[in-house]
């Protein structure tokens, strides 16, 4: 199959993109929950 330089452009880029997303989305189940008080403590700002 031919196909024009940009439309593959696009297609590599959104495979891309979906990678992104499911790694985003991954990390955000994976990530442990902190509550506003205790980053705000981290951070050194309570």
């Known amino acids: 199959?031919?196909?024009s330089?940009?439309?593959y452009d696009r297609a590599i880029?959104?495979?891309e993109d979906m990678?992104?997303?499911r790694a985003a989305?991954?990390?955000r189940?994976?990530?442990e929950e902190v509550s506003h008080?205790?980053?705000k403590a981290e951070l050194g700002l309570s």
Do not use: K, S, Y
Request: zero cysteines.
């Open 1 to 3: 199959m031919v196909v």
């Open 5 to 7: 330089p940009g439309f």
């Open 13 to 15: 880029q959104a495979i």
């Open 19 to 21: 990678e992104d997303i």
């Open 25 to 27: 989305a991954t990390a």
């Open 29 to 31: 189940q994976e990530a």
């Open 37 to 39: 008080e205790d980053l």
